[in-house]
């Protein structure tokens, strides 16, 4: 690669302020409560935020908004989340967003953006998952059964008693030269009864 090439990505980048950025992982369950981050680090420092913009999936238009630029914060939010999402700002780096209760269509790759007055745009994607149980009757019986037999993986007990005999004419401090063991093995079917055929 050439120098010039070099230094036009190097540009690009301190124009932009930062590369493609990470991706976070976020999980919650249904009927929970999920907390998305948000840095809101500016690159050029000091420098105040203008705007927070949530966004959800591949939406153009934001779900959220956190305005800084009058004299108080103005919140607003899209009329589909039926007040279920909330903006905290935890300090002078970092927001969290609240989602409660969760739905399983919240389930999507949330943005964050963060405007400030002197800095680049700062970014923060977020893919959240949202973790349900399985609902009833959405398996079969042989299919419960097939699931718990591999799970338990259930077998036939061995139950073993040892039995020492001694003499009974043996005094209690006298030693025994010799004494007979036996060993009584029973085993018991734990998968015999009368519910399985």
Known sequence: ????????????????????????FMEASDGGTASLPCNLTPVVTPDKI????????VDESPIYKYDLRGSQPVR????????RFFLRILDDNRAAMSIS???????????????????PT???RVNLTIIAPA???????????????????????EMVCRFKFYRRSQQPEALLVSSRN????????????????
Not at 50 to 57: A, D, E, F, N
Request: glycine share 4%; with cysteine.
């Open 1 to 24: 690669m050439s120098t010039s090439v070099f230094l036009v990505l190097v540009l690009a980048l301190l124009v932009t302020g930062e590369a493609e950025p990470a991706t976070e």
């Open 50 to 57: 203008s705007v927070v913009l949530w966004y959800k999936g």
């Open 76 to 83: 607003w939010a899209d009329s589909s989340l039926q007040n």
């Open 101 to 119: 209760p969760t739905r399983l269509g919240d389930e999507q790759m949330f943005h964050c953006r963060v405007d400030f007055l002197k800095s």
């Open 122 to 124: 700062r970014m923060t």
């Open 135 to 157: 609902r009833v009757n959405s398996e079969s019986y042989d299919e419960i059964i097939a699931i718990l037999s591999g799970h338990f993986a259930p077998r036939t007990s």
């Open 182 to 197: 036996f060993v009584i093995w029973k085993k018991i079917d734990v998968l015999a009864g009368p519910w399985r055929q």
